[in-house]
């Protein structure tokens, strides 16, 4: 039986069996159990920051593992202390930390901050995004404004409003007084690695000012240097009032975090949230050898230079199936003429590169913040041979 049915028998049907089994890596390349060598230009979904088996982060969390691997909260440790503090430093001093395991958890652990303060103060509903994703848990999911994941699990505890993404006018009508917070991705992920036009942000903070309401910025994809920045509001010289982090903050270990800033770094009380694998020592080990890598090696300028590599490549091919290029960095969405993504994503594979089919005419490139000049001209080469076989698939 080979490891795909292995699998299939094995596991609950919600993945489907995924085309690849994959057995080892190093730097920004995979193996898969046949010992086909794949260039990773998914990342593990924007997670892996440094690649695969880079020597900072096994280093970091053999270590750790090898000390202390796990205290609860019940016990406090230096590595998630030592986090928090430059998670803060790196937002400019100011707020509080909340460390998860996820970036389902992260936000829910904002959905609470936002439910409690809504309650205090009187504010009855919460705005999101149409197209949005916050996570698949039933907070989370109430603010995921993707009508084929969510409705199926409704009703929902809280009323949300949701508002085409990118319309500021939109946003401001369903901002009012009884409004508790506004949920929004600084550039929508799961929707397609869709920008949202300049300036939205900037107005988001102000209409969110105006009534009172809490802004909330869904990080979870978007931070970590992944648009060649720390985090991707800082793009437009705002701050939330509450942030959510996830995915490559960790560089392949599970962990996730919510800042409150100002008043909404209080909130909660002496028991009102927890978690019993949040602040892991050894992910906390993990998280503090990816920032001190990411500043360590320059890869915020990196990303900012081989993310213009790569848009620009990709952007200067002439095929009918192409469309144009989105996104920020080394987040990118290659945009098609026609829904052909999937047979992109195959053709793909067979040349020897991994890219995530994320809408049926978006692919998504998340590739290790490592990734080289020379490695993004290898996929921009075989770029033009994998839409003509997907165009005939």
């Given at each position: 039986?080979?490891?795909?049915?292995?699998f299939e028998a094995a596991f609950m049907p919600n993945y489907g069996v995924p085309p690849v089994a994959l057995a080892r890596g190093e730097g920004c390349e995979v193996w898969d159990v046949d010992g086909n060598r794949y260039l990773d230009m998914i990342g593990?979904?924007?997670?892996?920051?440094?690649?695969?088996?880079?020597?900072?982060?096994?280093?970091?969390?053999?270590?750790?593992?090898?000390?202390?691997?796990?205290?609860?909260?019940?016990?406090?440790?230096?590595?998630?202390?030592?986090?928090?503090?430059?998670?803060?430093?790196?937002?400019?001093?100011?707020?509080?930390?909340?460390?998860?395991?996820?970036?389902?958890?992260?936000?829910?652990?904002?959905?609470?901050?936002?439910?409690?303060?809504?309650?205090?103060?009187?504010?009855?509903?919460?705005?999101?995004?149409?197209?949005?994703?916050?996570?698949?848990?039933?907070?989370?999911?109430?603010?995921?404004?993707?009508?084929?994941?969510?409705?199926?699990?409704?009703?929902?505890?809280?009323?949300v409003r949701f508002v085409p993404y990118g319309d500021a006018d939109a946003l401001k009508n369903a901002v009012t007084d009884e409004c508790a917070a506004v949920f929004l991705e600084p550039t929508q992920g799961e929707a397609g690695v869709v920008p949202p036009?300049?300036?939205?942000?900037?107005?988001?903070?102000?209409?969110?000012?105006?009534?009172?309401?809490?802004l909330v910025a869904d990080e979870i994809q978007s931070a970590i240097g992944r648009t060649g920045h720390w985090f991707a509001h800082q793009h437009e010289g705002v701050l939330p009032d509450i942030l959510t982090l996830a995915k490559g903050l960790g560089g392949?270990?599970?962990?996730?975090?919510?800042?409150?800033?100002?008043?909404?770094?209080?909130?909660?009380?002496?028991?009102?949230?927890?978690?019993?694998?949040?602040?892991?020592?050894?992910?906390?080990?993990?998280?503090?050898?990816?920032?001190?890598?990411?500043?360590?090696?320059?890869?915020?300028?990196?990303?900012?230079?081989?993310?213009?590599?790569?848009?620009?490549?990709?952007?200067?091919?002439?095929?009918?199936?192409?469309?144009?290029?989105?996104?920020?960095?080394?987040?990118?969405?290659?945009?098609?003429?026609?829904?052909?993504?999937?047979?992109?994503?195959?053709?793909?594979?067979?040349?020897?590169?991994?890219?995530?089919?994320?809408?049926?005419?978006?692919?998504?490139?998340?590739?290790?913040?490592?990734?080289?000049?020379?490695?993004?001209?290898?996929?921009?080469?075989?770029?033009?041979?994998?839409?003509?076989?997907?165009?005939?698939?």
């Amino acid at each position: 039986m080979s490891l795909y049915d292995r699998f299939e028998a094995a596991f609950m049907p919600n993945y489907g069996v995924p085309p690849v089994a994959l057995a080892r890596g190093e730097g920004c390349e995979v193996w898969d159990v046949d010992g086909n060598r794949y260039l990773d230009m998914i990342g593990g979904i924007a997670v892996s920051s440094l690649g695969h088996a880079h020597p900072a982060l096994g280093e970091a969390v053999s270590r750790q593992v090898a000390t202390i691997a796990h205290t609860s909260n019940l016990f406090l440790h230096e590595p998630e202390v030592l986090l928090a503090e430059r998670l803060l430093g790196l937002l400019g001093g100011q707020g509080r930390v909340f460390l998860a395991n996820s970036g389902t958890e992260a936000n829910e652990c904002a959905f609470k901050l936002a439910l409690k303060y809504g309650k205090t103060t009187g504010r009855t509903y919460f705005v999101a995004a149409e197209n949005a994703f916050h996570g698949r848990t039933m907070g989370a999911l109430s603010l995921t404004g993707k009508p084929s994941i969510r409705d199926q699990f409704g009703p929902f505890p809280v009323d949300v409003r949701f508002v085409p993404y990118g319309d500021a006018d939109a946003l401001k009508n369903a901002v009012t007084d009884e409004c508790a917070a506004v949920f929004l991705e600084p550039t929508q992920g799961e929707a397609g690695v869709v920008p949202p036009p300049d300036g939205y942000f900037r107005a988001a903070r102000e209409i969110c000012t105006a009534a009172g309401a809490l802004l909330v910025a869904d990080e979870i994809q978007s931070a970590i240097g992944r648009t060649g920045h720390w985090f991707a509001h800082q793009h437009e010289g705002v701050l939330p009032d509450i942030l959510t982090l996830a995915k490559g903050l960790g560089g392949g270990m599970p962990i996730g975090a919510c800042v409150g800033f100002g008043a909404a770094g209080t909130i909660f009380a002496k028991g009102d949230h927890g978690s019993t694998f949040g602040g892991n020592p050894v992910s906390a080990a993990a998280a503090l050898a990816v920032l001190d890598t990411i500043d360590g090696e320059g890869l915020l300028e990196h990303v900012r230079a081989v993310g213009s590599e790569l848009a620009d490549g990709i952007a200067a091919v002439d095929h009918p199936l192409l469309k144009g290029v989105r996104g920020r960095g080394l987040w990118r969405a290659i945009v098609l003429t026609s829904p052909r993504s999937a047979q992109v994503q195959a053709a793909a594979q067979r040349a020897g590169f991994l890219v995530n089919a994320l809408q049926p005419d978006a692919v998504r490139l998340a590739p290790p913040l490592v990734i080289t000049s020379a490695q993004v001209a290898t996929f921009v080469t075989a770029l033009p041979a994998i839409l003509d076989e997907a165009s005939h698939d």
